[in-house]
């Protein structure tokens, strides 16, 4: 499993960044567990998961702590990437929040700065804010979370806006409803799609039809649940992961393709959406 193997996506830049990354969603909230889950980020970045994903929100912080501690000696080496809240992210609240993210990082800029999810703010607003970002060095790329096709189509609308390198969204077997909109959009658009939550927080793992594909394909569920997300075109994965031994579990997903008849038993157990779905969050 090494990091040469890994699959990538491109960004509208062109740059392509690892389809694989880790996310650190409830890491840091835990003295008890803080070595344990240093050590899965830093292996994580050993086995190729270069993109490393947290916010502000997560932990109060604490989140982007415990990352700026695991990525010391080894920053060049990572696609860094935060949120900043709705409630922060009118222009100058979008900057000051940045600002407190690169310190709790230990960093000077930030590869990707995402709006958490739309607020109370024009979207004017907080884009203003990631361009005096950008043009100070503090970003190299901005983007959404938890935005749906309306909303996208509303924002590359402004000035600048189709410079959005990403949108963050919940996909997964379980929630496919971006498949029928803002993920056609997307790829139309030239954003990449980044999915949060692509084992269902471990729930997933619990379908015995996912469990009969794992068996056969002699994987294991979360294996091929993370491996189908990386077969969709312009999709990248970003699963939490707390213990070596489940970034180890989760970077075997890189290796795993599949099959057909894999493909048609997971359609028939997770159906693709029928129409429109209202975009799910969590």
């Not at 060095?137 to 959005?164: C, F, H, Q």
């Not at 729930?203 to 996912?210: F, I, N, P, S, T």
């Amino acid at each position: 499993m090494s990091a040469e193997s890994a699959r990538t996506i491109a960004l509208p830049s062109g740059e392509e960044i690892a389809a694989l990354g880790q996310g650190t969603w409830y890491l840091g909230e835990d003295p008890a567990r803080r070595e344990q889950e240093i050590a899965a980020l830093r292996l994580g970045l050993d086995l190729g998961m270069t993109v490393v994903d947290t916010a502000e929100m997560y932990g109060d912080g604490a989140a982007e702590e415990l990352v700026g501690e695991a990525l010391r000696g080894r920053r060049e080496e990572v696609f860094l990437v935060s949120k900043v809240l709705p409630g922060h992210a009118d222009r100058k609240g979008t900057v000051a929040a940045c600002e407190g993210s690169l310190r709790r990082l230990r960093t000077v800029r930030l590869d990707l700065y995402l709006l958490h999810w739309r607020g109370r703010w024009p979207l004017e607003e907080t884009l203003a804010g990631f361009t005096d970002l950008m043009e100070a060095g503090k970003i190299r790329y901005w983007g959404v979370s938890n935005l749906d096709v309306a909303d996208m189509v509303e924002l590359t609308a402004l000035p600048a806006g189709d410079a959005v390198a990403v949108d963050q969204v919940l996909y997964n077997l379980s929630r496919r409803g971006i498949e029928w909109d803002l993920l056609p959009w997307c790829r139309e658009a030239g954003a990449a799609v980044m999915a949060y939550s692509p084992i269902e927080q471990g729930r997933l793992l619990k379908v015995e039809a996912l469990g009969a594909v794992a068996r056969a394909l002699g994987a294991t569920p979360a294996q091929v649940a993370l491996a189908w997300v990386l077969e969709q075109q312009g999709v990248a994965a970003i699963p939490r992961s707390g213990s070596p031994d489940h970034v180890r579990e989760n970077r075997g997903a890189v290796d795993l393709h599949l099959p057909t008849e894999a493909l048609d038993a997971l359609d028939e157990a997770f159906p693709p959406p029928s129409g429109p779905t209202p975009l799910e969050m969590l």
